[in-house]
């Protein structure tokens, strides 16, 4: 069956849903940003915003610029330069004593912007001020300073190009006076054509200087319109309203984020089929929470065989049959990913429910930290399974019996003796020839596992066992299930499917508890052994051990 990670799965609620779902966190999140917002706006110093225009004249179209020799191909970038040149020194400089301002530059600086369109030959100036008044009066004085400030300096540029066509024209008037004298001796037609081409560049130096002149004091700052500033109505900021607002709006985006985060990072198994595509296993059944459907209790299908609990461990045996019998064995590990799924008491029923259908099963208990099912039974815990590693110690010794009805009994392997290393013991030989000494006894062996995710001892057993089943409860978070397939993965047991167990709206009174204790999942069954073959085991046993 094909797998699917938890997004590929896509089971989790659309953006509208999660905010829904965690509606009174987005909420609160939402009003708490508004107040924040409202609050910094509100403590912010009030300040008054004007503005200005300055409409600038095409350079391309002024001599002063040609005869200065600077060229603008690209009249966005002059207009670019001279929003800069705007907030320079100089102009800060010039609008600062206009003003009759002490503020420092910096401050001034940070105070005025200047942007420069990119459709028009336009500057639009703005500037800050506690006061509508000094905010209007800053942004006409650096309108006013930048237009003393460039007509200064293209009256500078225009003189010293006049300045230089001048020293060229003294210079030509020389060679002129020069050559006049040379043709006195006589009429030299040579000197007569240099003389008079000296006069032609003459006179064109005298006309270029007088229209510099000219263009200069007709261009003058390069403003064709001031649009003053006028007195703002009402201050730029704090606007804790627009603030709240921009604040709530943000804060909800966020909320809305998170919850939508969370919704697809909690996704759980509350349908049945849910966990199929992420196990990438098929649903072998479903049993329903025992107090839903009116059964106390851990054990329906000892207890209460014809109730639905009851009745959907049998469906669960046949399907688990069908199973087995494609995949080839005898041996089925039951197992979750982590506590609290209900694995026991599924083992435990599907072992009575087995057995009533006539099945010679054997129930194991490999839990050996936990020990879940020698609890509820109430045989002894030795010996057990890690006992039957020993040839000394006989199998029926290693058996106790659980009174399912008058003329059922169900043959459980218990724990067995205490070990220092569980995990490192079902990995050895040892344990396989034990659990090969039990599976020669039966023809279904149903054994219990601790969580796959919790130790290490459960990928050991799996990899000892024929099949697989996965016991999810309704609510198990589907990335535990995609950790569970990930673990599996590694180990090469095939996976015959998994049991949906309490699939009604409430918990179960099952109870695991690595690290936190252990719940009763089922009350203490009528148990026993064979008196003298229980006997001879723990006399071997104590042999083996001195």
Known sequence: METRTVEEVGTGPGLLEAVWQYRWAAAIVTLV????????????????????????????????????????????????????????????????????????????????????????????????DPTAEGAAALTNAVGEAYQQ???????????????????????????????????????????????????????????????LAVDASLYGSGVTLFERAQ???????????????????????????????????????????????????????????????????????????????????????????????????????????????????????????AVRDGRRTVLVDADERMRGLTRTSAIAAEPGLTDLADDAVPFAGCVGLVKVSDDIRLSFVPAGSRLSDPAGFFRTPEFRKALGRVQEQAELVIVDSPPLLSVADASAIASQVDGIVIVVTRGTPLRQLEEVRERLQFIGTPVL??????????RGRAGYGYGYGYGPDAPPQNGSALPAARSRAKAALTRRRS
């Open 231 to 353: 007195l703002p109505e009402s201050p730029a900021t704090p606007k804790p309203l627009r603030a709240a607002l921009v604040a709530m709006v943000l804060g909800l985006m966020a909320a809305s984020a998170w919850a939508w985060w969370r919704a697809e990072h909690t996704q759980s198994a509350d349908d049945r089929q849910d966990a199929a595509p992420v196990l990438g296993a098929p649903l072998l059944g479903e049993v329903p929470n025992f107090g839903a459907v009116g059964v106390t209790g851990t054990m329906p299908a000892m207890t209460a065989p014809h109730s639905v609990a009851g009745e959907a461990y049998h469906f669960l045996v046949a399907a688990l049959g069908f199973a087995l019998e494609r995949a080839g064995g005898s041996t089925v590990l039951i197992t979750s990913g982590g506590p609290g799924a209900g694995k026991t008491v599924t083992a435990m029923n599907l072992a009575v429910a």
């Open 497 to 506: 499917g998994y049991v949906f167990n309490r699939s009604d709206v409430g």
């Open 149 to 211: 400030v460039a007509a200064g300096r293209v009256k500078r540029n225009a003189q010293a190009a006049v300045a230089e066509l001048e020293q060229s024209i003294r210079e030509l008037q020389t060679r002129i006076q020069q050559i006049e004298q040379d043709m006195r001796g006589g009429d030299d037609p040579a000197l007569q054509a240099e003389r008079d081409a000296a006069v032609a560049q003459l006179v064109s130096l005298e006309s270029r200087a007088r229209q």
């Open 33 to 128: 940003a508004g107040a924040v917002g409202f609050a910094a706006s509100f403590l912010q110093p009030t300040e008054y915003e004007a503005q200005a225009q300055l409409l600038l004249a095409d350079p391309r179209t002024s001599g002063v610029f040609q005869d200065t020799g600077q060229t603008f191909i690209d009249p966005t970038r002059y207009v670019r330069n001279q929003a800069e040149f705007a907030t320079s020194t100089p102009v800060l400089d010039v609008a600062r004593a206009i003003v009759g301002s002490d503020l420092p530059l910096d401050d001034l600086r940070e105070r005025v912007t200047v942007q420069a369109s990119s459709e028009l030959d336009l500057l639009t100036i703005a500037a800050l």
